[in-house]
C-alpha cells in the first residue's frame, strides 16, 4: 500500500517559519517527482513547489519564491517544505503529492499528480 503522510503544520504568527514533512512508504520519492501544493479556506488547490526525481531543479510559485524551499532526505525517503517569512495568505491545508514522472510543462499540475497525503494544516497569525 503505498501512502504519503504530512506533518509539521501548526499555528504561527506573522514572519515565523515552519518545516513541513512528508513521508513515504511503498513509493520511492527518489523515482519520482513530488510537490507540495495547498488550499485556502474556500479557494481552489494551489501549486507551492515541486522538484524532480534528480533534485538537482526545483520550482516555486512566485508566490513563495524566496521564503519556501523544497528538500528531499533519501535515506528517510522524506520530502520537506521549509517555510521562512510566513504571511496570513499562506494558511491553508498543504498537501504533498507524487508521481513517478510528470513532465515539466505541467509540474504545477495537481490533476497530474495521483499519489496524495492527507494534508497539514498551516495556519499564519497577523
Known amino acids: 500500500q503505498v501512502t504519503l503522510e504530512e506533518s509539521g503544520g501548526g499555528v504561527v504568527q506573522a514572519g515565523g517559519a515552519l518545516r513541513l514533512s512528508c513521508a513515504a512508504s511503498?513509493?520511492?520519492?527518489?523515482?519520482?517527482?513530488t510537490a507540495w501544493f495547498r488550499q485556502a479556506p474556500g479557494k481552489g488547490r494551489e501549486f507551492v513547489a515541486a522538484?524532480?526525481?534528480?533534485?538537482?531543479?526545483?520550482y516555486y510559485a512566485d508566490s513563495v519564491k524566496g521564503r519556501f524551499t523544497i528538500s528531499r532526505d533519501n535515506t528517510k525517503n522524506t520530502v520537506y517544505l521549509q517555510m521562512n517569512s510566513l504571511q496570513p495568505e499562506d494558511t491553508a491545508v498543504y498537501y504533498c503529492?507524487?508521481?513517478?514522472?510528470?513532465?515539466?510543462?505541467?509540474?504545477?499540475?495537481?490533476?497530474?499528480?495521483?499519489?496524495w497525503g492527507q494534508g497539514t494544516q498551516v495556519t499564519v497569525s497577523s
Open positions: 511503498g513509493v520511492t520519492f527518489s523515482r519520482s517527482t
Open positions: 522538484m524532480r526525481h534528480s533534485a538537482t531543479n526545483k
Open positions: 503529492a507524487a508521481k513517478e514522472w510528470v513532465i515539466l510543462t505541467a509540474i504545477e499540475r495537481g490533476d497530474k499528480y495521483h499519489l
